[in-house]
């Protein structure tokens, strides 16, 4: 390949001034279970359709802005395999506590840490200075309420899910879904 046509591609991916929006879609899936979509993108109108066409397709609908978010609060989110974490329980507790924690649970295969989102960083940082690993940590979406649904709906909550997983622009989907 003549290094003129490569150096055109290096310039013309470098100079791109695409400007990436972080947008939210809320919506109803199967059953009335609220979806939040966080998606990033270069075409709103490319994106919202594909959204809704994701809702449409799966048996939900696409809401207005503020329709579900007020079922979810923002967590952070620190999970730790119990077989990774070399010390105690009530130790692990307490030094998430310590460290800001809102909330320490004890699951059957994992330990879970709560945080505020502004207190995150710091807790993620003290559990990383006692040499823990994470299997997940993040800032979610964390559902107030859950719903149940039959095998029709789970099975609709699957398609929806996966469908909004497959578009290029979706960044998380959080759900009240109780799996």
């Avoid at 966080?38 to 809704?52: F, G, S």
């Avoid at 066409?53 to 609908?61: E, Y």
């Avoid at 200075?129 to 039959?150: K, N």
Wanted: with cysteine; glycine share 6%.
């Amino acid at each position: 390949m003549p290094n003129d046509t490569i150096n055109n591609a290096i310039k013309k991916a470098s100079s791109s001034n695409e400007n990436y929006e972080e947008i939210v879609y809320e919506g109803y899936g199967p059953n009335g279970v609220a979806v939040i979509v966080e998606a990033a993108t270069d075409n709103k109108n490319r994106t919202a359709a594909d959204v809704r066409h994701a809702f449409d397709k799966s048996g939900g609908n696409l809401g207005t802005s503020g329709c579900v978010a007020y079922m979810f609060n923002k967590k952070g989110i620190i999970v730790m395999e119990k077989e990774t974490v070399t010390m105690g329980e009530e130790d692990l507790m307490m030094l998430a506590l310590e460290a800001g924690a809102e909330d320490f649970q004890a699951l059957e295969e994992i330990y879970e840490v709560i945080t505020d989102p502004s207190d995150f960083t710091v807790v993620r940082e003290k559990l990383e200075e006692a040499g823990l690993e994470f299997l997940e940590a993040e800032v979610q979406m964390v559902p107030t309420t859950t719903v149940a649904l039959d095998e029709k709906g789970v099975e609709k909550m699957e398609r929806l899910i996966e469908r909004l997983e497959d578009l290029d622009d979706v960044a998380n989907i959080y759900h009240n879904w109780e799996e």
